[in-house]
């Protein structure tokens, strides 16, 4: 078992450098194989495709954000009309933290995910966060109408690209290889940006995140994670 683990990680770890530095597309299972140190058979009794070993390195860290984004959706949707309204502000905050922090424990696979992924499924993963996110819009929406609260008539094109501008503008980080502390700072001034559109928008006044939410200073370190 020991030797079967071993072998995978060899295989995994080749793949990831391969993927990193030429994509998906570009990568040679012929390299990936060779530097592993294993023969081809061996390896397609751990992967029978390339798209499955690409998979297999950034599947589970898609799998968590998207349960990030649904957890702080779902919690908002536990509330009320009118608390969903008083909690927004807070909820979002708390969940964008949490996927940055993800993010950044696990740099490297989301740079395959949201830079080296062109030819697989997951080169769609911001547009998944974005219909996650449109579809909350929908139901907040009609949470303000139970309420008696007039909204704007949206077609669903504008919201998905309302939504698409926020999560294409918070995965820059990654993009452009941002430390940690300025992409924070980035995303906390991103956010509000965001909160106002949709507070004109749709007529309603988002409360301030709980305490003083200081926008950090900008770091001079470049390394991302450091």
């Not at 390195?57 to 349960?67: G, M, R």
């Amino acid at each position: 078992m020991g030797d079967t683990e071993g072998t995978n990680g060899k295989i995994l770890e080749m793949a990831r450098q391969e993927f990193l530095e030429k994509g998906f597309q570009d990568a040679s299972l012929r390299t990936i194989v060779r530097k592993a140190g294993v023969t081809t058979g061996a390896f397609y009794r751990y992967y029978p495709t390339k798209e499955a070993l690409f998979e297999a390195l950034v599947k589970p860290h898609a799998d968590q954000v998207i349960s990030l984004l649904d957890q702080g959706i779902g919690q908002i949707q536990s509330m009320t009309p009118r608390e969903q309204t008083d909690a927004m502000t807070q909820v979002t905050a708390d969940y964008m933290d949490r996927i940055l922090d993800y993010v950044y424990d696990h740099y490297d696979s989301f740079k395959l995910l949201i830079c080296q992924a062109a030819g697989t499924v997951y080169e769609n993963f911001l547009h998944e966060l974005v219909e996650h996110e449109v579809k909350a819009t929908y139901q907040y929406m009609e949470a303000l109408k139970s309420m008696g609260h007039p909204v704007p008539s949206l077609d669903e094109g504008l919201c998905h690209m309302i939504s698409s501008g926020l999560f294409s503008g918070m995965f820059e980080m990654v993009v452009h290889d941002m430390n940690q502390e300025d992409a924070r700072r980035r995303i906390i001034q991103l956010r509000e940006f965001h909160t106002g559109g949709w507070e004109r928008i749709l007529g309603v006044a988002f409360q301030k995140r709980e305490g003083n939410e200081e926008i950090p200073e900008r770091s001079e370190a470049e390394n991302p994670g450091s």
